[in-house]
């Protein structure tokens, strides 16, 4: 750290990258301080060391940002979609060239690898920016013929002002996801991140005014959920709340909105089933399910945290799993090539996984792999061994209950009947995996599982084109792909009389 001012800091990340890192709530195209005072600090959960601390919303600031919004959402409504496109694509190319400072921060205090980062996380900031940017000038109404006493048209029309929440575990990408249909759409957005990962959004937004938007139609916030989601969740003056996180915290935000009836996107937890028949290719199964559950440190909403392998191929399809973990998950510095796997983001969530190898530990089932924290980073940081738990009966509360960490159960199932009946008894219904060889009944047992979406001889290669989002308690409506649109317009039915007298 070597200068700063009131609303910005000079700083030099472990990987030497310097940058100036924003402080403030970005308002109306301009940094301002808290009303209170009131900040949040970031913590580096590499070394458990402060980063910086940065000004955390208050109700009065949740009321200047939906201020800004609304005045702006006046005259940014009617900017020609193709200029609204135009601008989305400009700040595409500035994450682009500024994709090594956003990598470097999401790294830091985030704590995932910044391979990880700048390939994976800020590459689909840049594509889905772009994506929904060709979405501007392609949303169409209709002409609906009901004969020729009427002229029936509908239009596509933006909500508002939307609100968005968004998580921890992919701060940007998920910033993309809910910014890039709703300014597509022409609304105006009030945007808070996630107070244990408050720092790449600020510097995303110096790149949102150089790209040329007008103020008051991106506004991002720190603050904390109780305070700034609270507020933003029952304001009278937001037309929609887009929310990822918890299901708890999902449903409190629903209550919320009901105060005016707000327009609601919700993507919630998941305990996604992956299933191995015995006709699977075990090999690519086991190189699947690593992924489904250990990337991004098991802190993936989708995770198919839940394996189910059929009897005859249990014993082989686990060993052949774990050795994919030993020679794959290399636990260490985010910041180093190497690394697969890096801390926990936080202190209480590093606690919230070493709590349930403990729970897994006492209901009975085997601990096959992994089990303890991680020590070997300089003895400091919150690293989870990645863990395996075999003999996991349906009772338990590790087969039950969503981790969020590098944790996975494995049981068995003898049919296919048996098979949808374990992997559908869960109150989630995200994600969820398949793995056969006969492609009938690849498509049959992708029907009959209850979840949003089903990846087939895969695991959560998702992608920004195609439709995201859960059923059950898991969620509702959809994120992504076209599909995404529909969550940021109302249709208006316009109906012309063209001879009906009365």
Not at 153 to 179: D, F, H, S
Not at 315 to 341: A, H, L, R, W, Y
């Amino acid at each position: 750290m070597s200068s700063s001012n009131d609303l910005s800091v000079e700083l030099t990340a472990p990987n030497g990258h310097k940058y100036t890192q924003p402080t403030g709530l970005f308002i109306n195209n301009a940094f301002v301080p808290s009303s209170t005072s009131a900040k949040i600090t970031s913590i580096n959960p590499t070394t458990e060391e402060e980063i910086i601390s940065v000004h955390s919303a208050s109700d009065e600031d949740v009321d200047a940002a939906v201020s800004a919004a609304r005045a702006a959402f006046k005259t940014w409504r009617d900017v020609v979609p193709t200029e609204r496109g135009g601008l989305m694509l400009k700040l595409a190319d500035l994450v682009d060239k500024h994709a090594e400072t956003l990598a470097t921060i999401e790294t830091w205090d985030n704590g995932k690898p910044y391979t990880v980062a700048l390939n994976e996380d800020v590459a689909e900031v840049a594509g889905c920016l772009r994506y929904y940017a060709g979405y501007a000038d392609k949303l169409h109404g209709q002409v609906i013929d009901t004969g020729p006493a009427k002229l029936a048209y509908t239009i596509r029309e933006p909500l508002g002002v939307c609100a968005q929440i968004i998580p921890w575990n992919y701060p940007l990408a998920m910033a993309a996801w809910k910014l890039g249909p709703a300014l597509a759409c022409g609304n105006t957005v009030v945007l808070k991140a996630a107070e244990q990962t408050p720092l790449s959004i600020l510097y995303f937004a110096t790149l949102v005014k150089e790209a040329g938007f007008p103020p008051g139609v991106v506004n991002l916030l720190n603050g904390e959920g109780k305070v700034a989601g609270q507020a933003l969740a029952g304001h009278m003056d937001v037309d929609k709340i887009a929310f990822t996180g918890s299901t708890a915290t999902g449903r409190q935000i629903m209550k919320s909105a009901a105060v005016n009836l707000k327009n609601i996107t919700l993507e919630t937890g998941g305990k996604s089933p992956l299933l191995v028949f015995d006709d699977a290719d075990l090999e690519q199964a086991a190189k699947w399910a690593h992924v489904g559950i250990m990337s991004n440190q098991g802190q993936i909403c989708t995770a198919t945290s839940r394996v189910l392998v059929q009897e005859g191929v249990y014993d082989k399809f686990v060993e052949m799993f774990k050795e994919t973990i030993k020679n794959t998950s290399v636990v260490g510095d985010p910041f180093k090539e190497d690394t697969f796997q890096g801390p926990q983001v936080t202190k209480a969530q590093y606690e919230k996984v070493l709590g349930y190898i403990e729970s897994g530990k006492s209901e009975g089932a085997t601990l096959a792999a992994g089990g303890k924290a991680y020590k070997d980073v300089g003895g400091k940081g919150f690293f989870v061994e990645p863990t395996v738990f075999t003999g996991v009966k349906d009772s338990m509360k590790i087969y039950r209950e969503e981790v969020f960490g590098p944790f996975v159960v494995v049981a068995s199932f003898k049919t296919e009947e048996e098979a949808l009946e374990m992997a559908n008894d869960t109150t989630y219904g995200l994600g969820s995996a398949v793995f056969t060889q006969d492609i009938t009944k690849g498509h049959r047992v992708a029907r009959k599982i209850e979840a949003g979406m089903v990846w087939i001889n895969s695991s959560n290669d998702s992608d920004y084109r195609i439709p995201f989002g859960g059923v059950k308690q898991s969620g509702i409506g959809r994120e992504l792909g076209e599909a995404g649109l529909a969550a940021y317009t109302n249709a208006k039915a316009v109906h012309v009389n063209m001879g009906t007298r009365l």
